[in-house]
């Protein structure tokens, strides 16, 4: 285990090609405890690649990421212990139950009867899901499995939560739902949140920033700091001047 | 990785194949009516024509049902590999699979209770078939149920891993047809399943080389002995053998660093 310096997530000179086209070139940032950090970036971008990186589905051979201090490549038991994940597809069982899902996932991480019993109600209850609990995912509208996948990702309490792209498909309520919920955690969970989209609506003022454009961070700062660099009023005109300056 | 963390998460990933199978109830009965089927009309169909001398484990003359009976569980459980395999591939283009290789525990750990899971529900259509074809009169001495089990598990976990490691080089589900065609049906027809391997021999030299090298032909032949409580130790180390083989590319293949995944990418270009 390394030193963390205080980091719940170092991504560090992380670089990765799919055979002779480079997805993400030197990309470095990192995560503090509460930080809600948006990860901005067309389609394209590279967001998948560095989930699957982080997440240890890919293993890259130039650069490392560290979660909590452990080496994802090195050490990838320790370090996907702390790690929940909301992927971009859904990764519900259909044909099973919302229940038979969570008690899935709390198998995998090793986690008790008892305590399997009362995390699941305790986050199907936050997501207003219990009452659904004995349903088939395959009957759930896109909003619910949503919910769902949130609450399977935080069943095993990690310290660090990744969205890829968690309300694609999804309607305005919906939407709305969950950005505020996931924002939430960040304050009440002391959880440290890295939610790639390409929906400037989805940050909040207070979030943090790192842009990804074509594979390489563009910009990393508080949404303020972003702004105010590119002479923006909002993350919207700062995100195009950024993305621009690659295209030019 | 702690005992504990493991036995909870292999609990947990049979449980779940279960769930699945429980759930998907025209698969077991498809699984079920296949052998059923070969049973019933071909082996029926073919007794006359088809007369086993005398060769071990069997003590006696006996008919082509009962031969052919110890071949078609090899069948089951061969169909039920592949069957693993082309979920796993679905799982993986759904994304289920996923959930399964972000737990926190190793990989080969994570793909063997997988493999488990999948040998667990072969063996469960196994003795369905069995108690069918116990009221069709193919019935083997009582202990033989009992020494048939471990070499279920193990034939199980070969097949299973032998559909693991297709699956890992499978890069679409479309492509699974082709293993219908290059790899169930040859393994299957060219083994001691259907005949035995001195009939094969009258017929044709390459195909008596062929039938013989064949792991599924050492595999149905423990499955065989077992169930007539004998041990035959030659097709149990073949089969163990092509077990550790079949695992270790599959393992290797599912690696992030190495096999399909670097395919995909992995370095600069």
Redesign the interface.
């Known amino acids: 285990m390394s030193q963390t310096g205080g980091f719940s997530l170092q991504v560090e000179a992380l670089?990765?090609?799919?055979?002779?086209?480079?997805?993400l070139n030197n990309v470095n940032f990192s995560l503090q405890p509460k930080d809600c950090t948006i990860l901005l970036g067309p389609n394209g971008a590279g967001k998948t690649?560095l989930f699957s990186l982080i997440?240890?589905?890919?293993?890259?051979?130039?650069g490392r990421v560290l979660i909590n201090g452990y080496d994802v490549?090195k050490q990838?038991?320790?370090?996907?212990?702390n790690?929940g994940?909301v992927?971009q597809?859904?990764?519900?069982?259909?044909?099973?139950s919302v229940l038979?899902n969570l008690?899935?996932?709390?198998?995998?991480?090793?986690?008790?009867r008892k305590q399997t019993v009362a995390r699941i109600q305790q986050e199907l209850e936050r997501q207003g899901m219990y009452e659904r609990r004995n349903e088939q995912v395959k009957l759930l509208n896109g909003g619910h499995r949503r919910r769902v996948e949130i609450a399977r990702a935080l069943l095993h309490q990690p310290s660090i939560l990744l969205l890829d792209e968690p309300t694609v498909g999804l309607d305005m309520p919906s939407r709305k739902g969950i950005v505020e919920h996931v924002h939430s955690l960040c304050k009440d969970d002391n959880l440290s949140v890295l939610w790639a989209t390409h929906l400037f609506d989805e940050a909040y003022e207070t979030d943090q920033l790192v842009v990804l454009h074509a594979g390489e961070v563009k910009a990393n700062g508080s949404v303020k700091e972003v702004c105010e660099q590119q002479s923006a009023n909002d993350i919207a005109a700062a995100f195009q001047q950024l993305t621009a300056k690659k295209a030019s | 990785m702690k005992s504990r963390h493991a036995s909870i998460a292999l609990n947990g990933i049979i449980k779940r194949e279960l769930w699945r199978f429980l759930r998907q109830r025209e698969r077991f009965v498809a699984a079920l009516v296949r052998p059923l089927v070969w049973l019933f009309v071909f082996a029926a169909g073919f007794r006359s024509t088809l007369g086993i001398a005398i060769i071990p484990p069997y003590e006696t003359y006996i008919l082509y049902e009962v031969y052919i009976a110890v071949g078609l569980i090899g069948m089951i459980q061969l169909f039920n590999g592949m069957q693993s395999s082309l979920s796993m591939v679905y799982d993986r283009e759904m994304g289920s699979m996923k959930t399964l290789l972000i737990s926190p525990l190793p990989r080969w750990f994570l793909l063997t209770g997988k493999l488990m899971a999948g040998a667990f529900v072969s063996i469960m259509q196994v003795y369905t078939f069995l108690l069918v074809a116990w009221f069709y009169d193919i019935q083997a001495p009582w202990l033989g149920y009992l020494t048939l089990l471990p070499a279920l598990i193990l034939v199980g976990l070969m097949l299973g891993a032998l559909g693991m490691l297709l699956s890992s080089f499978i890069k679409q589900l479309e492509n699974f047809a082709g293993i219908m065609n290059f790899v169930i049906f040859p393994m299957f027809f060219m083994s001691t399943a259907l005949y035995p391997l001195w009939k094969i021999k009258e017929s044709s030299e390459l195909l008596h080389t062929l039938a013989s090298y064949n792991p599924f032909s050492q595999a149905v032949e423990l499955l065989r002995f077992a169930l007539y409580g004998q041990f035959n130790a030659y097709a149990f180390v073949y089969t163990l053998v092509s077990f550790a083989i079949f695992m270790g590319v599959a393992i290797w293949g599912y690696n992030p660093s190495k096999g399909m995944m670097v395919k995909k990418g992995g370095g600069p270009p």
């Open positions: 670089s990765y090609a799919y055979d002779e086209k480079r997805a690649t997440t240890h589905l890919y293993s890259a051979r130039e490549k990838p038991s320790l370090a996907l212990a790690l994940v992927f597809q859904t990764t519900l069982d259909l044909d099973l038979q008690k899935y996932h709390a198998s995998l991480h090793g986690m008790g």
